[in-house]
């Protein structure tokens, strides 16, 4: 009933910049937090930042300050606006938004499907 689709990945030098957008769509009745995790190989998850309907912020130490995570409700849609990109933030990223769907007062963590961020040096 809810999909999250994924857009902005790709392949950028050390020190560049990339912006990823997440687009919720489908049966929502409200969306709830929004965030970004990475998976890097030989690495677990890791949450990358997230964002409240509110509007609060949490990043995660490794990208504080290079990161920032957005979100706009009118579109369902957030984004994870990189800079100073390093090898290392190289991983599969996933967005993910806490959904209440129409019909039901039941919440869901949605996952996107995941998009390539390669960094070269």
């Known amino acids: 009933q809810v999909q999250l689709v994924e857009s902005g990945g790709g392949l950028v030098q050390a020190g560049g910049s990339l912006r990823l957008s997440c687009a919720a769509s489908?049966?929502?009745?409200?969306?709830?937090?929004m965030g970004w995790y990475r998976q890097a190989p030989g690495k677990q998850r890791e949450k990358v930042a997230v964002?409240?309907?509110?509007?609060?912020?949490v990043y995660a130490d490794s990208v504080k300050g290079r990161f920032t995570i957005s979100r706009d409700g009118a579109k369902n849609t957030m984004y994870l606006q990189m800079n100073s990109l390093k090898p290392e933030d190289t991983a599969v990223y996933y967005c993910?938004?806490?959904?209440?769907?129409?019909?039901?007062?039941?919440?869901?963590?949605?996952w996107g499907q995941g998009t390539q961020v390669t960094v070269s040096s």
């Open positions: 993910t938004s806490t959904v209440t769907t129409q019909g039901m007062g039941v919440s869901y963590k949605y």
């Open positions: 489908g049966s929502i009745f409200s969306i709830n937090t």
């Open positions: 964002i409240t309907s509110g509007g609060s912020t």
